[in-house]
């Protein structure tokens, strides 16, 4: 149960806007949204999170909707380099009092030249 | 250079030998993961450790252990009891695993094949 719905795939062009869209309409009131990336045979990177604002830093832009059951994660001008798996993550509070990532298949952007 | 090191990158085992995965970091992280993932699919949870000299089992455990002496390294032992242990091993790091807002950060992975 991943709690977090996202598209199979994507294509972007090189140099435009590439958005990525996250389903989370179960998602509790203190739950953030995290969005991490994995190119090919290396570690997830931590890209950005939020609760309920939009933000931004460096990498990246994450809009969350008002009631909050879904996000789309941009990145303003997409490079060759932006090709990967782009994983959506609501950490899942546990009986045990801890935070659980529940990592789905996520979404393959393919940036093409 | 702070992060999460993880060695061999690439370990070839024969069936029936126990195997031990290594992670090291050095962000003064409390806790720590290790992480399976099959082609095409996503991260499962193996093992945690919210603190030194704890850990708890995650989804799919059996047929690994692990240990937790050092704050900085959390050691990962891949039995001949696991059916079917070629995979990618990733580990990670956090602050403190009952923050909802607890970033982990993820080490480079090990690729483990067993012949």
């Known amino acids: 149960d991943a709690k977090t719905t996202q598209p199979p795939s994507m294509d972007c062009a090189e140099g435009r806007a590439a958005n990525l869209p996250c389903n989370h309409s179960t998602i509790s009131g203190n739950e953030y949204v995290y969005w991490y990336r994995q190119i090919h045979s290396q570690g997830p990177q931590y890209i950005i999170h939020g609760l309920k604002n939009n933000e931004t830093n460096e990498m990246a832009s994450l809009i969350i909707t008002e009631d909050r059951k879904s996000s789309t994660l941009i990145l303003p001008h997409a490079t060759l380099r932006d090709t990967a798996v782009y994983y959506c993550i609501v950490p899942r509070s546990t009986t045990s009092g801890t935070y659980k990532y529940i990592f789905g298949t996520g979404t393959r952007l393919k940036v093409l030249a | 250079d702070g992060g999460i090191t993880q060695s061999p990158k690439y370990l070839f085992r024969k069936e029936g030998q126990n195997v031990t995965l290594s992670c090291e970091q050095n962000?003064?992280?409390?806790?720590m993961y290790w992480y399976r993932q099959d082609p095409g699919q996503g991260l499962r949870l193996i093992y945690y450790?919210?603190?030194?000299?704890?850990?708890q089992k995650g989804d799919i455990a059996e047929g690994y252990s692990v240990s937790r002496e050092k704050k900085e390294s959390f050691p990962l032992t891949v039995t001949s009891a696991q059916k079917n242990p070629t995979a990618f091993y990733l580990c990670?790091?956090?602050?403190?695993?009952?923050?909802?807002?607890?970033?982990?950060?993820f080490g480079p992975g090990t690729r483990l094949t067993v012949l």
């Open positions: 990670a790091s956090s602050i403190d695993v009952q923050l909802p807002t607890d970033t982990q950060y």
């Open positions: 450790s919210q603190i030194v000299n704890d850990f």
């Open positions: 962000l003064n992280h409390d806790a």
